[in-house]
C-alpha cells in the first residue's frame, strides 16, 4: 500500500476514500498523507448495516484520486462488491486498491474480474506464509506512470544475474517487483527450518485427537511446500490445538504451542 501512497502524484484537493472501522493499515497509510500530499481521507460510513460498494459510489467526487478498501472485511466477513466499484471508479477517473488480505487463499480471485488498479495483501493471512510476506499487484499501465523512488537493489533490472548488474545507474524492474522488500522474512524462515522439522517429528507438539487426521495425509517428502514456523508471534490460549481446514485439494493444518505456530501445505 506504501508503494501506492508514495507512488501517485497527488494533487492539493486530492481525495482517498476507505471505510469506517476499516483495518489499521488504511489510516496509518492514508492519515499521514493528507500532512504529506495535502490531500483529504474521507472516511464512508455505511447507510444500512453492511458497507456496500454504493456507500462509496455514492461518496466519488471530481477530487477522488482513489478508493482504497478491504475487498472482505476483517471484523464482519463482508464481501464488497468491487467490480461494481471499480466501474463506478473508472467512470469518475478514479483509482481502486483493494486490499486482498482477508480473503487471497480462502476464495477465488480473479484480478480480471475484480477490475482493481492495485491489490495488496498480507501473506500470513490464508496464503499461511510467514509474517513479512505478501505481495502487490499493479495494472501495467499505471507502473510507469509511479513517481521513482528508492528500491531494494534485487528489484534491479537484471538482478537475477549479479556479473551484469548496472552498479553505476541501476534502474527498477518494470513490474511489481520493482517495489520488493528486503528479505526479513527469510531469515526467519531458513533459521528456523531445521527446529521447524524436529517439533514435527515430536508426537507431543499435537494435539492427541491429530493423529486420525495425519494419517490421512501423505508423508514428509511428498509435501509440496515447505513447513513455516513463526517464532514468538503467535503466543495465545489455544495451544496444542490442531484445526483442519480445506481449499481445493489442500489440507491446511495449524499447530500451536507456546509461541509458536506451524502451518503444514500438504498436497492431497
Known sequence: MLAVAYGLTWKPGDEVLTAVSEFPLQYTTWKPMEQRENIALKIISPRDRFLTADDFIAALTPQTRLVSVSLVRFDNGVLLDAARLAAA?????????????????????????LGADFMV????????????????????????????????????????????????DPKPAQAARRWDAAETANYYN???????????????????????????????????????????????????????????????????????????????
Request: aromatic fraction near 12%; hydrophobic fraction near 40%.
Open 89 to 113: 471508479c473508472r467512470a469518475q477517473g478514479a483509482l481502486l486498491l483493494l486490499d486482498v488480505s482477508q480473503c487471497c487463499g480462502a476464495i477465488p480471485l480473479d484480478v480480471n474480474q
Open 121 to 168: 495483501s498480507a501473506g500470513y493471512k490464508w496464503l499461511l506464509g510467514p509474517f513479512g510476506t505478501g505481495f502487490f499487484w499493479a495494472k501495467s499501465e499505471h507502473i510507469s506512470k509511479m513517481r521513482p523512488g528508492p528500491f531494494y537493489w534485487m528489484a534491479a533490472e537484471g538482478a537475477e544475474n549479479f556479473a551484469a548488474l548496472n552498479f553505476a
Open 190 to 268: 531458513r533459521g528456523n527450518r531445521r527446529r521447524a522439522q524436529s517439533q514435527i517429528n515430536r508426537s507431543a507438539f499435537l494435539a492427541p485427537a491429530a493423529g486420525s487426521l495425519c494419517s490421512r495425509h501423505p508423508p514428509r517428502s511428498q509435501t509440496t511446500r515447505p513447513v513455516w514456523l513463526f517464532p514468538g508471534a503467535y503466543a495465545g490460549k489455544n495451544q496444542g490445538v490442531l484445526r483442519q481446514t480445506t481449499q481445493g485439494k489442500c489440507h491446511y493444518q495449524f499447530a500451536r504451542r507456546k509461541n509458536s505456530r506451524l502451518a503444514l501445505h500438504v498436497q492431497q
